[in-house]
T-cell receptor
Framework: GAVVSQHPSRVICKSGTSVKIECRSLDFQATTMFWYRQFPKQSLMLMATSNEGSKATYEQGVEKDKFLINHASLTLSTLTVTSAHPEDSSFYIC???????????FGEGSWLTVV | EDQVTQSPEALRLQEGESSSLNCSYTVSGLRGLFWYRQDPGKGPEFLFTLYSAGEEKEKERLKATLTKKESFLHITAPKPEDSATYLCAVLKGGNQFYFGTGTSLTVIP
């Protein structure tokens, strides 16, 4: 089946620095990619939706300048957490829409810890 | 208001005890209903997509069904390895994608 790969799976960064998470669709072209944040024992919270070559659409309450999303190609989207703070520590998951039936496939997730 | 509700929130089953998980939705213009399995600390794993009322899909011990208002995920003779959180999501027109809060399933040996 279709595969979406996220990298890194775990990252620790210092407060005030920026960190980039990559999301790649490995065997299909993703017309749309989504970024989520998930807190322990809670459901996925959509942060933003991005279409290749255009600006991302952010959900209400999500800071655009803090969570920079770039959808540079049909197989790659990146999420950059800028000037990270401990409260940004979370599990970030991407998903990609494409392939047969426009099914949405998820990446393995990335654990971010800001110290 | 577009909404997806899953029940129960948590379910404990004995190994071999069949049951069903429910996903009810009030989304107009359904384009697809998706079921995923999520293990702790991992991204959701795709299970099924259902597109129209009356459709059914099966995979091993799982069977998903869809009506105009809800979907069921039937688990037949579950095993401990079926323990996970099961998420359903509804795709509306465009890229509007609504998730339920999930059902946490625990299968006891």
């Amino acid at each position: 089946g279709a595969v979406v790969s996220q990298h890194p799976s775990r990252v620790i960064c210092k407060s005030g620095t920026s960190v980039k998470i990559e999301c790649r669709s490995l065997d299909f072209q993703a017309t749309t990619m989504f970024w989520y944040r998930q807190f322990p024992k809670q459901s996925l919270m959509l942060m933003a939706t991005s279409n290749e070559g255009s600006k991302a659409t952010y959900e209400q309450g999500v800071e655009k300048d803090k969570f920079l999303i770039n959808h540079a190609s049909l197989t790659l989207s990146t999420l950059t957490v800028t000037s990270a703070h401990p409260e940004d520590s979370s599990f970030y998951i991407c998903s990609a829409r494409g392939g047969s039936g426009n099914t949405i496939y998820f990446g393995e997730g990335s654990w971010l810890t800001v110290v | 208001e577009d909404q997806v509700t899953q029940s129960p929130e948590a379910l404990r089953l004995q190994e071999g005890e069949s049951s069903s998980l429910n996903c009810s939705y009030t989304v107009s213009g359904l384009r697809g209903l998706f079921w995923y399995r999520q293990d702790p600390g991992k991204g959701p794993e795709f299970l099924f997509t259902l597109y129209s009322a009356g459709e059914e899909k099966e995979k091993e011990r799982l069977k998903a069904t869809l009506t105009k208002k809800e979907s069921f995920l039937h688990i037949t003779a579950p095993k401990p390895e079926d323990s996970a959180t099961y998420l359903c999501a509804v795709l509306k027109g465009g890229n509007q994608f609504y998730f339920g809060t999930g059902t946490s399933l625990t299968v006891i040996p």
